[in-house]
């Protein structure tokens, strides 16, 4: 099989790899689309993304969708031809969680994730034409879902999982900095949850104009010298931009909350936080999501439309390509999509 394989720093090739075979309680799955993260350019371009550094050969990719092609011994409650799509989060060890954790598993100390470097040996993405998985990560989605949007649900449900942290939004007024895919994602989700107005801010038009299609009610664009609104009682943070930590805090309302959803720096970084302590903002992380994806799954099925994000459509062969469009804001690009099935012809 063709796998999208990452060696180091620039160095993508799409290598040719032993088709494999579903042991005891896993899945075959037969590829059909793949979604590009920031995670996956991180690995591309820099060979590492936050703390995790690429040590071998990894295959990118945790945003992805397929049909099952066999069941391995034990499994039951699937069928092959089943479109899917997977929880790229498998915990490792038993250890309990503490009990303030209970149902946060996304918090579990450690995680081996889909297309990523931070365990050694390395664990796999699914940007290839087949992947096993245990059967325990399979969601099958609805019937009115394709594959292609089945492969965003993973994004979605860490928007979904940011508006979770927040806790209730309904009728609130809404600010998301940052309409890039997750933002835009973001905007979507606290619309479905039933906040009030959700503002939009970017620097890029192009982003900001997905960010409209999603469901934002106003947008606001900081290329233009636009600034951001004041007042505003939650916030997502999307960008991961520390340069932006200072204006984003001065918008949140005094007592209002700030949730952390862009990934931020590893490494030591300026940025203006004194209004968290003299406005008393209650400041809250997100990461990943816990079992958001089947929130998401049924959001999908209610009609929830991922369509806009969708800005590039690339075949695996062309994956170099598609990650370079993906990394250049420049190039109107939102979610970049990787069809995966190679012997399967058109979409």
Known sequence: MKSVVVHGPGDLRIDDRPDPVPGPG??????????????DIGYWKHGGTGTAVLKDPLVLGHEVAGRIAALGDGVTGLTEGLAVTVHPATPVGDEPLPERLAGRTNLHPRIRYFGSAAFHPHTDGGFSEYRVVRAAQVRPLPENVSTEHGALAEPLAVALHAVHRAGDVRGKTVLVNGAGPIGSLVVAAAKHRGAGTVIAADLSAASLAVARAMG??????LGQGAALPDDVELVFEASGAPAALGPVLRATARGGTLVQVGNLPGAAAPAALGDLVTREITWVGSYRFAEEIDDALEALRQGLDVSPVISHRFGLAEADRALAVAADRRSGSSKVMLRLDLRTPGR
Request: proline share 0%; aromatic share 4%.
């Open 26 to 39: 896993e899945v075959l799955l037969a590829m059909e689309w793949g979604g590009i993260c920031g995670s």
């Open 216 to 221: 934002a009610d106003e947008t606001v664009d």
